[in-house]
C-alpha cells in the first residue's frame, strides 16, 4: 500500500506535535489534539501558510517521484 502523498495541513500537524507544544496529558487524546491544532492552523498568518503549501508541493513532488505510477484510489 502506498500512502498519499501529505497535504499542508497533515504536515503542520506532524510538526506541531514534534515541537511539544502540547502537554503529554493531551496528545494522548487524538481528538482534543486534533481540535487544537486545527485553531492554530486557521489562526496561522497567511505567509506562515504559504510555507506550509510549498512544503507540501515539494512532498508531492517527492512523491510523484517516488511513486510515477500511483493513482489516488479510495
Given at each position: 500500500?502506498?500512502?498519499?502523498p501529505p497535504?499542508?495541513?497533515?504536515?503542520?500537524?506532524?510538526a506541531f506535535i514534534r515541537s511539544r507544544k502540547i502537554s503529554s496529558e493531551i496528545e494522548?487524546?487524538?481528538?482534543?489534539l486534533s481540535k487544537i491544532i486545527g485553531r492554530v492552523w486557521r489562526t496561522l498568518p497567511p505567509h506562515e501558510?504559504?510555507?506550509w503549501e510549498?512544503?507540501?508541493?515539494?512532498?508531492?513532488?517527492?512523491?510523484?517521484?517516488?511513486?510515477p505510477d500511483?493513482?489516488?484510489?479510495p
Amino acid at each position: 500500500h502506498i500512502p498519499r502523498p501529505p497535504n499542508a495541513f497533515i504536515l503542520f500537524r506532524s510538526a506541531f506535535i514534534r515541537s511539544r507544544k502540547i502537554s503529554s496529558e493531551i496528545e494522548g487524546n487524538h481528538s482534543t489534539l486534533s481540535k487544537i491544532i486545527g485553531r492554530v492552523w486557521r489562526t496561522l498568518p497567511p505567509h506562515e501558510r504559504a510555507e506550509w503549501e510549498a512544503r507540501a508541493k515539494i512532498a508531492q513532488e517527492e512523491h510523484r517521484l517516488r511513486y510515477p505510477d500511483w493513482r489516488f484510489s479510495p
